[in-house]
């Protein structure tokens, strides 16, 4: 199965602007295709004076200011997602910078909607890094160190994040009516479908030996958080995720997540994040 069938219901529209990246005749398709999309973020047409004239609840602008910090966040990852065996690897290593300046720009991005719209973001007053993030970074080192399969669970949690927060994005969009902020969203749904197709298509191929995925599969079901939730405080990474996956449109949601991954070698019945929220939300 390839990523762009793996894809499905994930493709958004076409950006407009025109594609750019530097593919090299031995790439694999799969590849050419990520990295001839890789650019800046298209932000042209966005009407940034008009995004006043339409006030947004509370609650959309919470989720919407933690959307913004997850994505602002990335800038910490280097440390941790540029191990030894990713930057060996030519594909992966490529991904990975174009990913961190794109997820970096999304991050900006927000903010700069966030400030028209009278919510600006305020400077962390101890800086990006908490001490969760040293504890992946160390954690990474080591387990990239020992285990020579260690990127095919990078790339099936990356899967999962990425696909998680294209149908939160999708969410926020439907219970909203702002037509400048779902317009910056749909933009950003389509980088973080490319950035998906990416993670897919690797996990699949590394995942292909079932003693790689048994080994993948429990460290997953013992250790996974949603996207954002281990540098948020517990009660509004919680509070997000009811606000965008509960309700009958939420778990729908939710348990599309949990059918795409599960076409990843050995998650067939993986329901990462709907036991997350089992716990965390719905009790």
């Known amino acids: 199965m390839s990523a762009s069938q793996v894809v499905g219901d994930l493709e958004p529209r076409k950006a407009s602007i025109a594609p750019g990246g530097a593919a090299l005749p031995h790439d694999p398709p799969q590849f050419r295709r990520f990295i001839e999309g890789s650019r800046?973020?298209?932000?042209?047409?966005?009407?940034?004076?008009?995004?006043?004239?339409?006030?947004?609840?509370?609650?959309?602008?919470?989720?919407?200011?933690?959307?913004?910090?997850?994505e602002?966040?990335?800038?910490?990852?280097?440390?941790?997602?540029?191990?030894?065996?990713?930057?060996?690897?030519?594909?992966?290593?490529?991904?990975?910078?174009?990913?961190?300046?794109?997820?970096?720009?999304?991050?900006?991005?927000?903010?700069?909607?966030?400030?028209?719209?009278?919510?600006?973001?305020?400077?962390?007053?101890?800086?990006?890094?908490?001490?969760m993030d040293h504890v992946n970074r160390t954690v990474?080192?080591?387990?990239?160190?020992?285990?020579?399969?260690?990127?095919?669970?990078?790339?099936?949690w990356g899967a999962v994040h990425e696909c998680t927060t294209i149908h939160a994005y999708r969410r926020l969009v439907q219970q909203n009516d702002h037509p400048v902020l779902n317009e910056l969203l749909e933009r950003i749904i389509y980088d973080e479908s490319r950035h998906f197709a990416f993670y897919m298509w690797q996990a699949q191929e590394r995942l292909a030996r079932p003693g790689v995925a048994r080994i993948v599969r429990a460290i997953m079901?013992?250790?996974?958080?949603?996207?954002?939730?281990?540098?948020?405080?517990?009660?509004?990474?919680?509070?997000?995720?009811?606000?965008?996956?509960d309700g009958e449109e939420g778990r729908a949601a939710a348990l599309r997540v949990d059918r795409t991954i599960a076409k990843l070698p050995g998650f067939a019945d993986a329901t990462l994040l709907g036991k997350w929220l089992a716990r965390k939300v719905y009790n």
């Open 72 to 131: 602002s966040h990335t800038v910490v990852f280097p440390r941790t997602i540029f191990s030894r065996r990713a930057v060996d690897d030519e594909q992966i290593g490529t991904f990975l910078v174009c990913w961190l300046y794109e997820e970096g720009m999304h991050g900006r991005a927000l903010a700069k909607f966030l400030d028209r719209a009278g919510c600006p973001v305020k400077p962390r007053p101890r800086g990006r890094t908490t001490p």
């Open 221 to 245: 079901n013992a250790l996974y958080v949603p996207v954002g939730a281990s540098h948020q405080p517990d009660a509004l990474a919680r509070w997000v995720s009811g606000f965008l996956f």
């Open 140 to 156: 990474t080192t080591l387990m990239s160190a020992v285990w020579k399969d260690f990127l095919a669970m990078h790339m099936a």
């Open 40 to 70: 800046p973020m298209d932000l042209e047409g966005i009407d940034w004076d008009a995004i006043p004239d339409h006030p947004l609840g509370d609650d959309v602008l919470r989720v919407l200011t933690y959307m913004q910090d997850v």
